[in-house]
C-alpha cells in the first residue's frame, strides 16, 4: 500500500506541475508564437533584401549596358560619317601636292570639283543647305547686316555665309543681309 500512495502521490505531483504547466501554457505559447512570427518576418525581410539587391544590380548592369550601346553607336555613326570624308581628304592632298603656278587655271578648276564632292558627300549623310532666297526666317538666318532697298522688309538680299542643318536640325544658321525700307 505504501507504494502505492507513493505511486499515487507521484500521479499527484505530476498533475500538479501539469495543471501549472498549463496555466502557463497560454503565455509561453503566445512567447513562442510571436518567436516563430519574429523568425519567418526575419527570413522574408532577408529574402526581400536579397531581392532588392538583385534588382539593384541588374539595373546597374542594364544602365551600364546601355551607355555602352550609345558610345557603340556614336562611334559607329562618327565612323560612318568619316569613311564618307576619306577619298576627299586624299583628293584634297594629291591637289596640294601638284600645285604649281604653271597649272593655276587646272588647280581651280580642280578645287571647285573637290568643293562639289564634299558637298555631295555631306548631303549623301543628311546634311543640307539652308535656302537663303526667300524671306528673312529667324530660325535658319541671322541678320548681320541691313540695307534699306524698295524690295520687301525681311527680304534676303545676299548671303554672306552658307548655313546648314540635318533633316530639321539648324546646324548653323546662314548669315545674311536683310532689306528694311
Not at 550609345?70 to 600645285?99: P, Q, W
Not at 587655271?105 to 580642280?110: L, M, N, R, S, Y
Not at 548653323?172 to 543681309?177: D, E, F, P, S
Amino acid at each position: 500500500m505504501n507504494k502505492q500512495k507513493q505511486h499515487h502521490s507521484q500521479k499527484d505531483t505530476s498533475s500538479t506541475e501539469k495543471s501549472t504547466e498549463d496555466t502557463h501554457n497560454p503565455q509561453q505559447g503566445a512567447q513562442q508564437e510571436q518567436a516563430s512570427h519574429l523568425e519567418t518576418s526575419a527570413g522574408n525581410s532577408t529574402s526581400t533584401n536579397d531581392q532588392v539587391l538583385r534588382l539593384q544590380a541588374e539595373f546597374a548592369n542594364y544602365k551600364r549596358r546601355a551607355l555602352e550601346d550609345l558610345e557603340r553607336s556614336k562611334r559607329d555613326g562618327k565612323a560612318t560619317v568619316l569613311r564618307a570624308f576619306i577619298d576627299l581628304f586624299d583628293n584634297f592632298e594629291l591637289a596640294l601636292k601638284h600645285y604649281n603656278k604653271e597649272n593655276a587655271d587646272e588647280f581651280h578648276k580642280g578645287m571647285e570639283m573637290l568643293f562639289a564632292k564634299l558637298i555631295s558627300t555631306a548631303e549623301e549623310c543628311g546634311l543640307a543647305r539652308i535656302h537663303t532666297d526667300n524671306s528673312f526666317n529667324p530660325v535658319e538666318h541671322e541678320a548681320l547686316l541691313t540695307e534699306t532697298s524698295d524690295k520687301e522688309e525681311g527680304t534676303i538680299l545676299e548671303e554672306l555665309q552658307s548655313g546648314y542643318k540635318l533633316d530639321e536640325t539648324v546646324l548653323r544658321t546662314a548669315k545674311v543681309k536683310v532689306s528694311k525700307k
